[in-house]
Nanobody, 124 residues
């Protein structure tokens, strides 16, 4: 069974950091492009970041550029999203997702595998 499982979410204060992990099982994550999306209450799901199969190319939404860093360890079958300088507007459910190929990393309909999502709350 192909599965993605997120971990590392929680409640933090503004300015703090969190590290989200996405663990793949049932397939080799190194064969897939991996994206991170998030959805805040009342909002559409939006793209946060994406990383190529090798990890040599990364993409970020303007809202997180310079604060979030995506990386992958294909040997461990995991992808990580390091989130620094968190803001209240980063509060959302975060999802990792994977696809063999994408034409535009922001188009969520291209991704076939999705994790169950994990809550990140930034609040004082």
């Amino acid at each position: 069974q192909l599965q993605l499982v997120e971990s590392g979410g929680g409640l933090v204060q503004p300015g703090a950091s969190l590290r989200l992990s996405c663990a793949a099982s049932g397939f080799t994550v190194g064969d897939y492009i991996v994206g991170w999306f998030r959805q805040a209450p009342g909002n559409k799901r939006e793209g946060v970041s994406c990383i190529s199969r090798s990890g040599s190319t990364t993409y970020y939404a303007d809202s997180v550029k310079g604060r979030f860093t995506v990386s992958r360890d294909n040997a461990k079958n995991t992808v990580t999203l390091q989130m620094d300088s968190l803001k209240p507007e980063d509060t959302a459910v975060y999802y990792c997702t994977a696809s063999l190929s994408v034409a535009n990393w922001l188009w969520e309909e291209q991704y076939k595998l999705w994790g169950q999502g994990i809550q990140v709350t930034v609040s004082s």
